[in-house]
Nanobody, 116 residues
Framework: QVQLVESGGGLVQAGGSLRLSCAPS????????MGWYRQAPGKQRELVAA???????NYTDSVKGRFTISRDTAKNTVYLQMNSLTPEDTAVYYC??????????WGKGTLVTVSS
């Protein structure tokens, strides 16, 4: 069973930056969309950013201009560069991969904590 392995979370002060990475433990065929979701304490999981196979990008409004999603197609790795972090960005961040066959893979999550 292929798993998604996330890294890069941690504790950072407000205004700081972090870079999240996510790569599958094996081969996933037909990747269509790679993205990042987050879930803050007491809140529902929400989409942060996604990148489609053709390069189309999607960001939630609260991170536009601060976060950048990118993908290394050869490595099937997706990154999330997060700048100008605020305490409101504190959450568990989950990697999400979807294929053209409508399979969905989730990572176990990486915790991002932004202190004020």
């Amino acid at each position: 069973q292929v798993q998604l392995v996330e890294s890069g979370g941690g504790l950072v002060q407000a205004g700081g930056s972090l870079r999240l990475s996510c790569a599958p433990s094996g081969i996933i065929f037909g990747i269509n969309i790679m993205g990042w979701y987050r879930q803050a304490p007491g809140k529902q999981r929400e989409l942060v950013a996604a990148i489609q196979d053709g390069g189309s990008l999607n960001y939630t409004d609260s991170v536009k201009g601060r976060f950048t999603i990118s993908r290394d197609t050869a490595k099937n790795t997706v990154y999330l560069q997060m700048n100008s972090l605020t305490p409101e960005d504190t959450a568990v961040y989950y990697c999400d991969v979807r294929t053209i066959n409508r399979q969905t893979y989730w990572g176990k999550g990486t915790l991002v904590t932004v202190s004020s």
